[in-house]
């Protein structure tokens, strides 16, 4: 396989080591380059800076959750057309509900499917944004 992620920015927003390694590691293999954030505040921060082509947002976090990190990008002009996918283990009726409403443009399951990630994530990816 080539490189299917070459030239795509993804920001991983987990506070769990393990996660934050397999995520990265399968991601980098594939091409992607990876920037990693374990709390909301940063997540945000960085999706600022960055404009990542997608960003993986744990749900629980110290701090802000995923879920109002979500919902501040989505209120702002600069963020607001970056896919937020909710990386998340096991999802509550309420959660789903709030994960909706919060803007999120999918979810995927953790733990990761090694053999699918990939094509996950490429799927919810954008196009690059060069100003
Ligand atoms: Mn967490």
New binding site residues.
């Given amino acids: 396989m080539s490189s299917p992620g070459a030239g795509r920015l993804i920001l991983i927003v ?3 080591d393990k996660n934050v390694k397999l995520s990265k590691d399968i991601l980098r293999f594939y091409g992607f380059r990876t920037i990693e954030a374990s709390r909301g505040e940063d997540g945000v921060a960085m999706a600022r800076e960055n404009l990542p082509n997608v960003i993986l947002m ?1 749900i ?2 110290p701090g802000m959750d995923g879920i109002e990190a979500t919902r501040q990008l989505k209120a702002e002009v600069s963020t607001r057309e970056i896919p937020v996918v909710a990386l998340t283990a096991s999802v509550m009726q309420s959660d789903q509900a709030r994960i909706t409403e919060a803007g999120f443009a999918g979810l995927i399951a953790k733990p990761i499917d090694v053999q699918t990630f990939v094509e996950q994530v490429l799927a919810y990816c954008r196009p690059s944004v060069t100003s």
């Fill in positions: 987990e506070d769990n744990d629980v976090l």
